[in-house]
């Protein structure tokens, strides 16, 4: 897996683990020759798009159109001082190991999946567990949209309008119990439609957790839509959740489940490789993660590198909730 270091018995070719690197250089190689801005889609930096014209029209087929109830109005409250990431880039740098570990692969092999039907599970500590059906979900609970900062702990990072509900709005429905202090959120098994989960190295499928308070935090959203359409598969259809302060990992995609307990869940990083990925895993700075430094991170549109920010720029909304410095 690129830069998420797994025990030996995982570990991968350089070639495969390296894939930055790789897009870095070539973007180099076109810039040496005059042509790292040139705009082949709309102003897409062409560095990180793969393939021919061909292959980028399939990319493009993986988008779903918008229809009702997208797009959502956007909330104004939630803006950011730097550009959207191009649609396109997003929707082919992924990080989703059910389906595989190179980035600009999954989109290929998420074609696969299917989102439809889906149901998420709430149970645990909640005086009304529930199974909802996705399209249920999106019926009863409104969807506004809203742009974030999102910071994945291999540094690089994205712009994105990301569509959803605000996950303080679906715990008030469920009402936890004065005893819960936890939700675990835990994503699909099936490993016939998502071949990484044959590799049975990972403890799939994969899983998550948040404290209670950071689940009822305003940022906290359960996405459902991302530029103003119901998300790709690559991106987690059809909901994920999305923490915009804590590195990428947090962000579970393709819910299936949703616990609220009373003790502190395991997480998958975490139970894979202890000393690199703890349970907060809030986007800092002046936390290097044991293998490199954190200070800075680069954009996955310009391929620039940019200071990161304490709480990823969300001090202000969260670091109430953590007395330390975590
Ligand atoms: N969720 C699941 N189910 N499986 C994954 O492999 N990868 C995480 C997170 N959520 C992952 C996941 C990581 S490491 C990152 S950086 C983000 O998803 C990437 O989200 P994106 O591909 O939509 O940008």
Known sequence: MPLIRIPKRWELPESQVTPESIYWNRRRFLKALGLG???????FWPGLLSGAPDEQDELRATIPPPHKPYPAPRNPRFQVDRP???????????????????KNGVWKLARRFRPRPWTIEI??????????????????????????RFRCVEAWSMVVPWTGIPFKKILDFVQPTGQ????????????????????????????????????????TLLATGIYGHPLPNQHGAPARIVVPWKYGYKNIKSVVKIEL????????????????????SNVNPNKPHPRWSQATERDIATGRRIPTLLYNGYAQEVAALYKESR
Not at 132 to 139: K, T
């Open 180 to 219: 819960a202090r936890y939700v675990r959120f835990v994503s699909f098994y099936r490993p016939e439609e998502a071949p990484g989960q044959k590799d049975r190295s990972y403890p799939w499928p994969y899983f998550e957790g948040l404290t209670l308070a950071e689940a009822s935090n305003e940022l």
């Open 84 to 102: 959207l990431t191009p649609e396109l880039i997003a929707a082919q740098y992924n990080n989703f190991y059910e389906f595989t570990l190179k």
């Open 37 to 43: 801005t040139v705009s082949l889609l709309g102003g």
């Open 123 to 148: 149970s645990g500590e909640v005086h009304r567990p529930t199974t909802l059906d996705i399209d249920q979900l999106l019926a009863r609970f409104p969807l506004e949209e809203r742009v974030y």
């Open 261 to 280: 307990t009373r003790k502190r869940p395991p997480t998958f990083w975490n139970t894979l490789v202890p000393d690199e990925y703890d349970f907060w």
